[in-house]
C-alpha cells in the first residue's frame, strides 16, 4: 500500500510515523508512506497556502491552487486526468464535516492500493478542493481539532495495522474491539494477586470452555456499561 499526506506542517508526522508498527510497517516494505508540503507547491513570491474567506468573517482559508498542484504533480497528472486518478486513488480530505471513521471504514481503506491524505488546517479549506479533487471526506470524531494532522495519523494508524502482516498475530486483529459489534473483554497478565487485587479465579483455572464463557459475559457487561449504542440499547 502506498499512503501520499498533504500537509502544511510535514514535521508533524516524523516521530509517529517513526516508531512502533508504524515505523516497522514501513522498514519491512509492507507500506510506503510520503508526507509532502503543501508550501513548496505554492508558486507566488510568499509561499502563501492561505488568504481571506469571500464574503468576510474571521480567520483564513486554505487556497485551492497549491493543493491540486501539489496532489496532481505527485501523481504526475493533469486537470484533464483527475477523474481518471480518482478511479486509482483514494484522495480523502480530513475534515470535522466529514463523514465519522469507523471500523468498517478502516477496512473499506485498507484494501485500496493507495491513499492520498489532504490535511486542512486554519477556519478552512477552499470547497472546490472536496468538489472537485477528493473522492471522501472523513472525520475521526465529533469533536474539532486545529486540524486535519492527528486525525491523518489516526486514520493510517487503524488502517496500516490490518494489512497483513503488519500485526504479528493476526487473531489479534480479527477478535478485537469493534470488529465483532462488541467492546473487548478485560485482560489480565502476572501477578495474580497485586497488593490484594486478585485476577478473577475463572482465568488461573485452565478451563478454557469456562474462560470463553466468562469473556463473552464481560464483554457483553462492558459494552452495555459504556456503549449501549454499539448494542442499540441507547
Ligand atoms: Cl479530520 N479535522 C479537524 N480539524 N477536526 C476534526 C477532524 C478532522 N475530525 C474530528 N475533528
Redesign the pocket.
Known amino acids: 500500500m502506498r499512503i501520499d499526506i498533504f500537509t502544511i506542517f510535514p514535521r508533524m508526522f516524523q516521530s509517529p510515523f517513526g516508531e512502533s508498527l508504524l515505523g516497522k510497517a514501513q522498514e519491512r516494505g509492507l507500506v510506503r508512506i510520503n508526507v509532502h508540503d503543501i508550501r513548496e507547491y505554492a508558486l507566488d513570491k510568499h509561499r502563501q497556502v492561505d488568504d481571506v474567506p469571500f464574503g468576510g468573517g474571521p480567520g483564513m482559508v486554505m487556497k485551492p491552487e497549491p493543493i491540486f498542484k501539489a496532489v496532481l504533480s505527485v501523481y504526475d497528472c493533469s486537470f484533464s486526468d483527475l477523474e481518471k486518478l480518482k478511479k486509482r486513488v483514494r484522495v480523502i480530505?480530513?475534515?470535522?464535516r466529514?463523514k465519522?471513521?469507523d471500523q468498517k471504514l478502516v477496512h473499506e481503506l485498507a484494501n485500496e492500493e493507495t491513499l492520498a491524505l489532504i490535511?486542512?488546517?486554519y477556519e478552512g479549506i477552499d470547497e472546490r478542493v472536496r468538489e472537485h479533487l477528493c473522492t471522501d471526506s472523513?472525520?475521526?470524531?465529533?469533536?474539532?481539532?486545529?486540524?486535519?494532522e492527528?486525525?491523518?495519523m489516526v486514520?493510517v494508524d487503524c488502517v496500516v495495522r490490518l494489512i497483513p502482516g503488519v500485526v504479528g498475530n493476526q487473531e489479534s486483529v480479527s477478535e478485537e474491539s469493534f470488529t465483532c459489534g462488541y467492546l473487548e473483554y478485560p485482560q489480565y497478565t502476572r501477578p495474580a494477586d497485586y497488593r490484594g487485587w486478585k485476577v478473577p479465579e475463572v482465568l488461573l483455572g485452565g478451563n478454557h470452555q469456562e474462560i470463553k464463557r466468562w469473556r463473552k459475559e464481560q464483554a457483553l457487561k462492558i459494552t452495555r456499561e459504556l456503549r449501549p449504542d454499539l448494542l442499540g440499547e441507547e
Open positions: 480530505l480530513l475534515t470535522p466529514g465519522r471513521l490535511c486542512g488546517r472523513v472525520s475521526v470524531g465529533d469533536y474539532v481539532l486545529s486540524g486535519g492527528i486525525a491523518a486514520l
